[in-house]
Structures are given as structure tokens and as C-alpha cells.
């Protein structure tokens, strides 16, 4: 069925960089955006930016610019989000996200999340 | 960057009431908005897109309207498991926000 598998969790201490995997399957990946939105403990959700599985392409929210970049090996099928200098406040739920059945850019598919833990 | 805006942050409902979250664009997005609904510990689901389109196996009491600014979701009759939080989002241009989101609790 479609799906998106994330990696495990994390715990990274403060400055050091975390890269988390988004395996998709049960669709064509390079036909489909992957999306990451994160969510801190207690809060809302956050739009982080999206990879173009076919071109690699990227676009990211400008409060992430800098430190976030997301890649894609299309031979496993597998989106990466990776967040450099990690701070107390990266700590959160981060999630892969992509719109596969609806005619629209609504995310219907998301992958289970994983959490990182920053802390020194 | 569009704000979105929902309210209320919280309400309180009993099972069998009729219960409506408001979401507000600060600049017209035509009817460029999805509804999630998020169950602690889970991922948000899909329940509707452009505004007012039912995702599939999403039941019929939920309900969106609105376009341009102004957008609400409707349950008609709660039900035990739709006490969950609630989000807005658009998608009509980067970046794609989320509203802050609706908790709806047991009254």
C-alpha cells in the first residue's frame, strides 16, 4: 500500500546535525513532492519546505535557510531531511509528508514521524 | 507569507453536537485549503481538500465550506473518536501554513 516509513529517533546534543529518512513505497516517487513539517512538544504544526523527488529540487521556509537541506536517493526510493547546528528548540516531531490521491497539494499521506531529542 | 488563523484554539462538546471551527487567510487563497485531524501520538489525517471535498473513507459528518479568506469545518454530530485537534492549511503558495489549531475536548 502507499506509505511513508520514517527513521527511528534521535537524541543529539546541541551543535551537532541530525539527517532523517522518508522511505516511500506503493507509488512512483519520482512523481510526487515529499513535503517536511515538524511539530514541537505541545505545538502546532510547522511547514519546513519540500524536494522535487524527480529533479532534486528543493524549496525551503526562509526561517530554515541555512541550516536544512533535504536530498533523495531515487534508487531506494528514500527522501532526507537534514538539520545542521541543532538547537534545544529543533526538538520535535518531524514528519514527511506528500499529496498522492487527491487532485490538489493537500497532504494525504504522512509518515509516522520521528523524534529528535536535542539535548546536551 | 499568508497567516492563517483559527478559532477557537479550544472548545468543549458533548457526543451528538454540532460543532464549528472557523480558519481565516490573511490574503485570498481561493479555495486552496485542507482540513487535518490529529489524534495525540499520531500524524495528522486528511480530511478535506479545496476546501470543501470529502477525502476518501472520511465519514459525512464532517463538512467544509468558504473561499477567498474565510473557511469553516463543521462536524454534524460528534462522535467519540473525533475528539482530536484540528488544522487548517493552505496551499495556494510557499510556505504552505498551518493554522495553530483547534483542540476539541469532552465537555
Known amino acids: 500500500q502507499v506509505q511513508l516509513v520514517q527513521s527511528g529517533a534521535e537524541v543529539k546534543k546541541p551543535g551537532v546535525s541530525v539527517k532523517v529518512s522518508c522511505k516511500a513505497s506503493?507509488?512512483?516517487?519520482?512523481?510526487?513532492?515529499v513535503h517536511w513539517v515538524r511539530q514541537a512538544p505541545g505545538q502546532g504544526l510547522e511547514w519546513m519546505g519540500w524536494?522535487?523527488?524527480?529533479?532534486?529540487?528543493?524549496n525551503y521556509a526562509q526561517k530554515f535557510r541555512g541550516y536544512i537541506t533535504m536530498s533523495r536517493d531515487t534508487s531506494i526510493n528514500t527522501a532526507y531531511m537534514e538539520l545542521s547546528s541543532l538547537r534545544s528548540d529543533d526538538t520535535a516531531i518531524y514528519y514527511c509528508?506528500?499529496?498522492?490521491?487527491?487532485?490538489?497539494?493537500?497532504?494525504?499521506?504522512w509518515g509516522q514521524g520521528t523524534l529528535v531529542t536535542v539535548s546536551s | 507569507d499568508i497567516q492563517m488563523t483559527q478559532s477557537p484554539s479550544s472548545l468543549s462538546a458533548s457526543v451528538g453536537d454540532r460543532v464549528t471551527i472557523t480558519c481565516r487567510a490573511s490574503q485570498d487563497i481561493s479555495n486552496s485549503l485542507a482540513w487535518y485531524q490529529q489524534k495525540p501520538g499520531k500524524a495528522p489525517n486528511l480530511l478535506l481538500y479545496g476546501a470543501s471535498r470529502l477525502h476518501t473513507g472520511v465519514p459525512s459528518r464532517f463538512s467544509g465550506s468558504g473561499s477567498g479568506t474565510d473557511f469553516t469545518l463543521t462536524i454534524s454530530s460528534l462522535q467519540p473518536e473525533d475528539f482530536a485537534t484540528y488544522y487548517c492549511?493552505?496551499?495556494?503558495?510557499?510556505?504552505?501554513?498551518f493554522g495553530q489549531g483547534t483542540k476539541v475536548e469532552v465537555k
Open positions: 524536494i522535487n523527488p524527480n529533479s532534486g529540487g528543493t
Open positions: 509528508a506528500s499529496s498522492i490521491t487527491t487532485l490538489s497539494y493537500a497532504f494525504d499521506i
Open positions: 492549511q493552505h496551499y495556494y503558495s510557499i510556505p504552505r501554513t
Open positions: 506503493g507509488y512512483t516517487f519520482t512523481g510526487h513532492y
